[in-house]
């Protein structure tokens, strides 16, 4: 087998990206988070890897050698607000880890650079200044990029999950990368992904439930740490679940039992709840994955991630670039 390529992950959060890079062959010499909850969830699912608790702003890469020169760098970065500009003094604390993140590959001169984001970072005239901004830095240092949005849900996500994504390689590569295509045919319905575990504790309505929720999970949406309890999202995105029989505005501690009654009423207040680790299979973490901490730094932690099954069509086809003939 060809040797794994190496990465940096950086705003590495519950390993989503991580995990999904390492089933496409890669291996993380080091992965960066400023949240200790995210570190410990890392550490938990695979005590072998090097995690940095830090914030990005202050590391230095020259204290870690091993970084450099490394096949790719990562970033699955908080989204950037679109009323932030590049250079102005009260830029956004997400603007100001994607410039950081572009800086880093100054310092670490990665083979492959990818980032991931929100959509219109890709084309919105609100971002032009940033794109430009991440261009010319990019053009200086040899790299040629490609910008295009994915859907998480054609890579088998069930989830409607619009994701902005940079690709940059350095020249000799990037004749060779082309992004991914759909892995999928055909999305996979919310009944589909949590029919069996609705009805893990004997909830015989489980069938019944899961046949009429058959539209793609809403985006997932961590919210900000310093909001209230975890919710499924705002308002639209509410009303998306009600439509399948769930109340999107808290969680359940576990999955119906055989004793539930399913109300099949319109008042959201009354619907079943879905669980955080039920967040995770619409997350299409592994089974095995361990989410640690209390339920609402959970369901962030999951919410914010990157699904797994597109980091892996995304690290596949960077791996299928990187390990092609260089050209001069």
Known sequence: MTDRLGFVDVCAGAGGLASGLESAGFSPVL??????????????NRPQW??????LIEFLPE??????????????????????A?????????????????????????????LENLPALVDSPAYAEVREFIEAELTHLGYRFRWFVLNAADFGVPQERLQGVLVALKEPWFHAFVPPEPTVSEHVSVGRALRRSMGARGWPEAD??????????PTLVGGSDNRGGADLGPTGT???WARMGV???????????????????????RMLKITVDQAAVLQSFPPEWRIT??????YRQIGHATPPPVGRALGEAIATALRSPARA
């Open 86 to 114: 590049v250079g102005r003094s009260d830029s956004e604390p997400e603007l100001r880890l994607l410039t950081a993140t572009v800086y880093l590959v100054h310092a670490i001169q990665p083979r492959a650079l990818l």
């Open 31 to 44: 992965l960066l988070d400023n949240k200790r909850q995210a570190c410990e969830t890392l550490l938990a």
């Open 63 to 84: 204290e870690h050698p091993e970084t450099l020169d490394v096949d790719l760098l990562s970033a699955g970065l908080p989204r950037v607000k679109s009323s932030a």
């Open 208 to 217: 019944v439930w899961a046949d009429q929720a058959l539209a793609v999970a």
């Open 293 to 298: 901490g209390q339920k609402t730094a959970r």
């Open 247 to 269: 109340n999107g505005g808290a969680f359940a501690d576990e999955v119906p039992g055989p004793d539930y009654e399913w109300p099949r009423s319109d008042d959201m207040a």
């Open 50 to 55: 090097k995690v940095v608790c830090e914030d």
């Open 238 to 240: 509410k009303r998306a």
